[in-house]
Structure formats: structure tokens, C-alpha cells
């Protein structure tokens, strides 16, 4: 008998999970992607795109679908999809599995301050600039630059995939790029622009980290967004090896390298 499992991705993890699930007797994955970024990378096998209508929409397609298994490995900072995906789960009885990555790691020499929000981010820049007009860059994506548009001050530097949309900062440069980035990538980049303070999400993985290493180097404070909570209840796993264990496939195949 096939089993079903949805993945609901989007992100390094996600794109890694269906290339090792992909093609294996018995199995039938599909991958969901929300539709936001104009030429996503595709995962392998079967992908569906666009929202499901609410936890409601996703039930539907739960059963309609005969899914056997949810695996949300969407991104640490999508909680509308989590939040949707554990209460869909637990209206159909569908297992679900969050496939999150770990959060960064402060190592003497940083400079973080926490934030619990993006507009508690906004609020706290104005005190780590060293002049009214200094130079922030938002790594935040491009729905996140809302936040800052009240920011009058500084000279904001935004790093996105897509052109972010209003309402934005007066004073927005904007930088359409997509990573990962290396280390000499964000050192480059620091310099360039004469970054005073940088601004991210505690998403994790490696493809974003180097901004982090090199603003250490430049001795640059950064603001980091603190992740949204887990759906409570809900089993966690930081890779792939662990979403593999969990749907009971560990040690047929070798989990594809997680690159961050
Ligand atoms: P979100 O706020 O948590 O979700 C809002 C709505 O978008 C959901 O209610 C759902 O619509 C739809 N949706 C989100 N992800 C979906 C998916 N993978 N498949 C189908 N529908 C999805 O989501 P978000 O923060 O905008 O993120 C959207 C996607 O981008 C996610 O897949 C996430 O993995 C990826 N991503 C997000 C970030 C970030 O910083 N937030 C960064 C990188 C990648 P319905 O209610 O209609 O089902």
C-alpha cells in the first residue's frame, strides 16, 4: 500500500527531506510550497502550490488526499502555516512532524541584541546607531521591511529575493539577492554599504551565518528576531536524518547533506 506524506516546505530542509524521499517504492510525497517568490526552487517529485484555505482548507485536503503523514519543515518564522498545519492535524488525526532547524548560537565576540519582534527590532536601532543617519541592513525578507517603514533616520539597506512592497522606509536601498551567501559575500557587503548595525531573523542554518561570523569580525552590533513557538504538543526534529527516523524510514538511503 503507498503512504502519503504532505511536506509542507519552502525552505533548505524541505527541498533536502523530498530529494530523499523522492522515487522510493511505496511512498508518495508531495511537496507544498505557499507561492510567494516569483521562481522558487522547486523540490523534487510532486510539488503543489498556493495556501490550502486555512487549517479548514488543509483538513480537506488531508482527507481528500489520503495523507498518511504531515512534515511541516516550513520556515522557523512561517507560524501562520505551523499554527494551520497542528490544528488540521489534529482535526484528521494525521501525525505531524515539525522539521525546524536550530536557532544561531552567540560565540564570545558577538554583538546580539534580542529582539521579540520585528517592530520591537525597529524600536531598538535608533539606540545601537552611531548617529541619527546611520546605515542598518535588513536581512529580515521582504515581508518583514514593513516593520522598519517608520524609520525616518537611518539609511535602510535591504537584502531580499523579490521587491519588497509598501509601505516601506523612506530611505529603502534595495538589494535583490538570493543566497547562500559565503563569508567573503558578507564581508564585501558589510564594507561596501559602511553597515553600522544588522538586523535578521534567528532562522538558523549555515546558508545565512556568515553575515553573523562577518559582523563579528567588523565588531558590528546585530539585532536578532527571536523565533515564534513551536505549535505546542507537536514533535520537533532539527534535520533530516531526524524527519527520516520519524516516518519510519531511517537507514534505507542516506539523508540528502542539509546545507542550511
Ligand atoms: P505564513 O505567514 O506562516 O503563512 C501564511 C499563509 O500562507 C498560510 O496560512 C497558508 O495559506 C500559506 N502558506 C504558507 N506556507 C505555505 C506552504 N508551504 N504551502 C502552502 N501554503 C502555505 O507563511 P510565510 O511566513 O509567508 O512563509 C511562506 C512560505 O515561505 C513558507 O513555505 C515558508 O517556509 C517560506 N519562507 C518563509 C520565510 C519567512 O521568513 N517567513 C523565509 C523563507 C522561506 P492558507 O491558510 O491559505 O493555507
Given at each position: 500500500?503507498?503512504?502519503?506524506?504532505?511536506?509542507?516546505?519552502?525552505?533548505?530542509?524541505?527541498?533536502?527531506?523530498?530529494?530523499?524521499?523522492?522515487?522510493?517504492?511505496?511512498?508518495?510525497?508531495?511537496?507544498?510550497?505557499?507561492?510567494?517568490?516569483?521562481?522558487?526552487?522547486?523540490?523534487?517529485?510532486?510539488?503543489?502550490?498556493?495556501?490550502?484555505?486555512?487549517?479548514?482548507?488543509?483538513?480537506?485536503?488531508?482527507?481528500?488526499?489520503?495523507?498518511?503523514?504531515?512534515?511541516?519543515?516550513?520556515?522557523?518564522?512561517?507560524?501562520?502555516?505551523?499554527?494551520n498545519?497542528?490544528?488540521?492535524?489534529?482535526?484528521?488525526?494525521?501525525?505531524?512532524l515539525?522539521?525546524?532547524?536550530?536557532?544561531?548560537?552567540?560565540?564570545p565576540?558577538?554583538?546580539?541584541?534580542?529582539?521579540?519582534?520585528?517592530?520591537?527590532?525597529?524600536?531598538?536601532?535608533?539606540?545601537?546607531?552611531?548617529h541619527?543617519?546611520?546605515?542598518?541592513?535588513?536581512?529580515?525578507?521582504r515581508?518583514?521591511?514593513?516593520?522598519?517603514?517608520?524609520?525616518?533616520?537611518?539609511?535602510?539597506?535591504?537584502?531580499?529575493?523579490?521587491?519588497?512592497?509598501?509601505?516601506?522606509?523612506?530611505?529603502?536601498?534595495?538589494?535583490?539577492?538570493?543566497?547562500?551567501?559565503?563569508?567573503?559575500?558578507?564581508r564585501?557587503?558589510?564594507r561596501?554599504?559602511?553597515?553600522?548595525?544588522?538586523?535578521?531573523?534567528d532562522?538558523?542554518?549555515?546558508?545565512?551565518?556568515?553575515k553573523?561570523?562577518?559582523a563579528?569580525?567588523?565588531?558590528?552590533?546585530?539585532?536578532?528576531?527571536?523565533?515564534?513557538?513551536?505549535?505546542?504538543?507537536?514533535?520537533?526534529?532539527?534535520?533530516?536524518?531526524?524527519?527520516?527516523?520519524?516516518?519510519?524510514?531511517?537507514?534505507w538511503?542516506?539523508?540528502?547533506?542539509?546545507?542550511?
Amino acid at each position: 500500500m503507498t503512504r502519503h506524506v504532505l511536506l509542507i516546505g519552502g525552505t533548505t530542509e524541505g527541498r533536502a527531506l523530498a530529494a530523499a524521499l523522492d522515487g522510493r517504492p511505496g511512498l508518495r510525497v508531495t511537496s507544498s510550497l505557499a507561492g510567494r517568490v516569483a521562481q522558487p526552487r522547486l523540490p523534487a517529485g510532486e510539488v503543489r502550490i498556493g495556501g490550502f484555505g486555512g487549517p479548514e482548507g488543509l483538513a480537506a485536503w488531508l482527507r481528500a488526499e489520503r495523507a498518511d503523514a504531515v512534515v511541516d519543515a516550513t520556515h522557523p518564522f512561517a507560524a501562520g502555516i505551523s499554527l494551520n498545519a497542528s490544528l488540521a492535524a489534529a482535526a484528521t488525526g494525521v501525525p505531524l512532524l515539525v522539521l525546524r532547524r536550530p536557532g544561531f548560537t552567540a560565540v564570545p565576540g558577538d554583538r546580539w541584541h534580542h529582539a521579540a519582534s520585528l517592530a520591537e527590532a525597529a524600536d531598538l536601532l535608533p539606540a545601537l546607531l552611531p548617529h541619527a543617519d546611520g546605515r542598518v541592513l535588513l536581512t529580515t525578507g521582504r515581508q518583514g521591511i514593513a516593520a522598519f517603514a517608520h524609520l525616518d533616520g537611518p539609511h535602510v539597506l535591504a537584502r531580499c529575493v523579490d521587491p519588497p512592497e509598501p509601505p516601506l522606509p523612506p530611505s529603502l536601498e534595495v538589494l535583490l539577492d538570493r543566497g547562500p551567501f559565503t563569508l567573503d559575500d558578507e564581508r564585501a557587503l558589510l564594507r561596501a554599504h559602511r553597515v553600522d548595525v544588522l538586523v535578521t531573523k534567528d532562522s538558523g542554518g549555515a546558508a545565512t551565518s556568515p553575515k553573523l561570523t562577518a559582523a563579528r569580525e567588523l565588531a558590528l552590533p546585530v539585532v536578532i528576531v527571536d523565533r515564534p513557538p513551536v505549535p505546542q504538543g507537536v514533535p520537533v526534529t532539527p534535520d533530516v536524518e531526524g524527519a527520516l527516523h520519524w516516518l519510519g524510514l531511517s537507514g534505507w538511503f542516506p539523508a540528502a547533506p542539509a546545507r542550511g
